[in-house]
């Protein structure tokens, strides 16, 4: 009888321990955590540093000559400076700040599913999302909408010269984030 009772407790335990177990999360879900800290912290360093700092307090501004100027990155170059970092982790996954009006040229699309996603998320405002295949490997790939959090946003992109659109408003899809996850 005993036997039987460690029997069953060790049959109970390991069924307790595979429902435990995490479930494998899909490239979907995956990309839309991923873009939800990016985009809050997009947002939070944005408001809460530059928006701060430069338009409130007047005591530090942002530059795209950061370096140089011994001022804040803006929030591209900062969105930019994680996205290489993380690239170099080799996590299987890469994203990029993207769009069809870029004031620097790189961050132009350049994939069909980019061009495709970009101008998905600019006329709905949803996630956009795909497969491709790129250099022989295969990627879900997901395009979110880049929004113009504040007036600092809408002021640099509409007075820098570089700048192929000069008519951008607080709320309006100025581009948009290109994850990309490794289907193996």
Known sequence: MRT???LAVAALGSTACAKAEPKAIGPQKMADALYAVMAANREVYTREV???LQDQEAVLRASEHYRDDRALPLPAQMFRMGAEAAQKSASGFTYALL?????NKQNAPRTEVEK???RAVAETGKAYYAEEKLGGERYFTAVYADRAVTEACVGCHNGHGDSPRHDFKVGDTMGGVVIRIALR
């Open 4 to 6: 039987m009772l460690l």
């Open 50 to 52: 530059v928006g701060r």
């Open 99 to 103: 769009s069809p009006w870029p004031i």
């Open 116 to 118: 495709a996603g970009l």
